[in-house]
């Protein structure tokens, strides 16, 4: 059985670590830390303290008896503890894959990977096809990716683009494209959408070449991502159109499913999808 660690115990932890300790995937939670006191870290604490070590302190995660961390916390603690860990012995499932899209970053985690004989797994997250843009970019024949992401202006309200590029938002009665240009503007723009970026870029042809558009809907009630893909291979177009889980309106209920669904994979011998 999967022995799993949780960096990080906010919302997406704690809905991991709920389904583990309710038995819905084969794994046991062994620890769990995260920098703050969390609701989650207090309920843990106080329902399963004799059995899950929980900790304020993520580095003590390293000398933890698991198989594997899942990250859940922010892209800054995949920075800071990331190759620490995996030189600990330990494989890592990563969500907060903006945390990656610095190109040292990433190979320093390779090699510290390579090194340690651990694997690395970035679960595809709020997005899809992932694998199929790998596939697609194996020989480098992809030559053009997009991402285009829809979202209610409430949930683009605040970012840092419109400091610079306000919108009248009270005067919105259609969709309006508020952002064109690469991953690493998007990213810098607009960081609650920094994962989704990152992965797309990670996966294909890179943050600089990944184009990216950020629209604005007044009447969407889901967050639509559409992936577009050409190449030698052809063609790809994949939409999604995401719900919130219903306790945390912030996050698609899709990336909570993710990282259950890469604890729940991680030793199946049959692994599909690549
Ligand atoms: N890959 C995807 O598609 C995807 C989708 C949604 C969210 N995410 C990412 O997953 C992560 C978790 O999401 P969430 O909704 O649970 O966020 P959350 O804010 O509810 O919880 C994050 C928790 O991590 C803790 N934390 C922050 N920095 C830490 C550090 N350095 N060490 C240990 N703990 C730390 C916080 O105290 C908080 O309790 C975020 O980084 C988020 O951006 C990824």
């Known amino acids: 059985m999967t022995r799993v660690g949780l960096l990080g115990c906010g919302n997406m932890g704690m809905f991991v670590a709920e389904a583990i300790l309710q038995g819905e995937v084969e794994a046991e939670l062994v620890a769990a830390a995260d920098v703050a006191e969390t609701e989650a870290m207090r309920e843990l604490a106080a329902t399963h303290g004799a059995d899950v070590q929980i900790s304020r302190d993520p580095s003590e995660l390293r000398a933890a008896d698991v198989d594997v961390v899942l990250e859940v916390a922010h892209p800054s603690a995949v920075e800071e503890h990331a190759v620490p860990l995996v030189e600990s012995g330990k494989d890592l499932i990563i969500m907060s894959i903006g945390g990656l899209i610095e190109e040292s970053t990433f190979t320093g985690l390779e090699k510290a990977a390579i090194r340690a004989d651990r694997r690395v797994i970035l679960p595809a997250g709020s997005i899809t096809a992932l694998r199929t843009v790998q596939a697609a970019n194996v020989l480098g024949g992809v030559s053009r990716v997009q991402l285009t992401t829809t979202k209610a202006p409430r949930s683009l309200k605040g970012a840092p683009h419109f400091v610079d590029n306000p ?8 969709p309006v494209c508020v952002f064109s240009g690469n991953v690493r503007e998007a990213i810098k723009g607009f960081p ?36 577009h893909v050409e190449g030698e291979f052809g063609e790809l177009q994949a939409e999604l ?3 919130p889980r219903p306790d945390n309106p912030r996050s698609a209920y ?19 999808g690549y």
Do not use: C
């Open 254 to 272: 899709l990336a909570a499913l993710s990282a259950l669904s890469a604890i729940d994979k991680y030793e199946r011998p049959i692994q599909m």
């Open 167 to 174: 919108v009248d938002w009270a005067a919105l009665t259609e």
């Open 241 to 243: 159109n995401l719900l």
């Open 192 to 227: 609650q959408n920094v994962n989704v970026a990152a992965a797309v870029a990670l996966a294909g042809i890179g943050s600089s070449e990944t184009a990216v558009e950020i629209h604005a809907d007044p009447e969407i009630s889901r967050t639509r991502h559409v992936l």
